[in-house]
């Protein structure tokens, strides 16, 4: 594909002051590309225009690498329903966030709280990483793993994990930023005192972090 497209950046009509093109080559090194015509004049003379054709490699592409914990201390089951898959059959990519979220309300329930009530304030979603691993099916048992990981000041990352249950095929993790929030006065609070010390038993380390692919774009 590289060389195809330097042919065609190189393949143009030359100017009327300039020698028509015969033949081209290509040669390709070191971050740069080189093109050497051999061309011929009215003349019956012949030389070389050499030309030059710059490419550039853009850094590295970040990809999103969820680490995920030895130990969850919460986790709970769901089934995948009709309502779920998309028309390719399987789980919907969008709808698996759905059932990330029915898990969060779950794990809320297990300290006594719900998301509009965590000692009187509630919650948002501030972001979310993840990375699908594998289709997921109807009828099929979803475990959703979670824990507590980068505990701040007004909010906390929540790292999940996602698995078929009989076969504990790996469908997808990810991890999703949660920060408190007053509603009366739509502003971002302090996390309470006493929903982060039962946090205790729920705490992880850090989960994400980036991997490196590389990319080469042609201009």
């Not at 329903?81 to 028309?87: A, I, P, R, V």
């Not at 999940?160 to 739509?186: C, L, P």
Request: proline fraction near 4%.
């Amino acid at each position: 594909m590289l060389h195809n497209l330097a042919l065609w950046l190189i393949g143009f009509d030359a100017p009327p002051a300039w020698p028509r093109v015969a033949n081209s080559t290509i040669n390709a090194a070191a971050g740069a590309m080189r093109a050497t015509q051999l061309v011929s004049n009215t003349a019956g003379l012949s030389g070389q225009i050499p030309i030059l054709l710059s490419f550039k490699v853009l850094p590295p592409m970040a990809r999103i690498q969820i680490r995920l914990p030895s130990h969850f201390a919460f986790s709970t089951d769901i089934t995948l329903y009709q309502s779920h898959l998309n028309y390719g059959g399987h789980l919907d990519n969008a709808l698996l966030l759905t059932l990330v979220s029915e898990a969060r309300v779950r794990f809320f329930k297990s300290l006594g709280y719900t998301e509009l009530d965590v000692e009187g304030v509630g919650i948002l979603v501030s972001d979310a990483a993840l990375q699908y691993r594998s289709e997921a099916f109807h009828g099929e048992v979803m475990v959703v793993r979670m824990a507590a990981t980068d505990l701040g000041r007004k909010g906390f990352d929540m790292v999940w994990s996602m698995n078929e249950r009989s076969t504990q095929r790996e469908v997808a993790r990810g991890k999703t930023g949660i920060v408190f929030f007053d509603y009366k006065s739509h502003k971002v609070v302090l996390m309470p005192a006493a929903f982060r010390d039962k946090l205790a038993g729920f705490h992880a380390p850090s989960a994400l972090e980036l991997g490196e692919d590389q990319a080469l774009v042609v201009i």
